[in-house]
Every structure is written in structure tokens, then in C-alpha cells.
Nanobody, 119 residues
Framework: QVQLQESGPGLVKPSQTLSLTCTVS??????????WSWIRHAPGKGLEWMGA???????YYSPSLKSRTSISRDMSRNQFTLQLSSVTPEDTAVYYC???????????WGKGTLVTVSS
């Protein structure tokens, strides 16, 4: 059974960079043909897919967030990370990591972590 766990600071100041890590157990992040995504849910809004990293290392980003988002991975630790720069209070959300077959529907999700952007 694949399990995903988000970790990182729960509070980030405006203009700083938000950094989160997703630790995966029960499966390798390099296994064909899985993609590993970051999704967020801001208060009063719908789920927003932010981007993904593929099993072979390529990255894909939402056009609306591409200029501020970076996703990378550490294969030795079976982790992938999210960095979102120049955050504002509008980036306050519960952030989830998830796995999908290619870029299809998400199969497995982490429990999510709340990140608040505030001074």
C-alpha cells in the first residue's frame, strides 16, 4: 500500500518561499508510469493542481503557477518537494501530495498539511 506524507512549515511569511516535502513509502517514485503531484485547497475555493514530477524526472506545472513553482525529487530518500516562491496570503491552503498513473486521476493522497501565509 502506497502512503504519502507531507511535511514542512505551517507558517510562512509573505514574499518568502514555501517549501514542502512529500515522503513516499510502499512504492518507489521512479516506478513506471507514476506521476507525483502537488495539489492545494484554499479556503472557499476548489482543488487546484499545482504541478507534478514524472517517474523519469520531467516536471509539469500549472500555467497559472509556473513562474513561482518548482518541483524536484530525492530518489535516495524517495521524496519529492515543492517550492512556491513569493507567497502571499492567497497561497494559504491545505497542500496535498498525490500519485497518479501518468497524469490521470489521483489514486493515492497524503493527509494534507495546512500552510498559512501571514506576517
Amino acid at each position: 500500500q502506497v502512503q504519502l506524507q507531507e511535511s514542512g512549515p505551517g507558517l510562512v511569511k509573505p514574499s518568502q518561499t514555501l517549501s514542502l516535502t512529500c515522503t513516499v513509502s510502499g512504492g518507489s517514485i521512479t516506478t513506471k508510469y507514476y506521476y507525483w503531484s502537488w495539489i492545494r485547497h484554499a479556503p472557499g475555493k476548489g482543488l487546484e493542481w499545482m504541478g507534478a514530477i514524472a517517474y523519469f524526472g520531467s516536471t509539469y506545472y500549472s500555467p497559472s503557477l509556473k513562474s513561482r513553482t518548482s518541483i524536484s525529487r530525492d530518489m535516495s530518500r524517495n521524496q519529492f518537494t515543492l517550492q512556491l516562491s513569493s507567497v502571499t496570503p492567497e497561497d494559504t491552503a491545505v497542500y496535498y501530495c498525490a500519485r497518479s498513473w501518468e497524469l490521470d486521476a489521483m489514486e493515492y493522497w497524503g493527509k494534507g498539511t495546512l500552510v498559512t501565509v501571514s506576517s
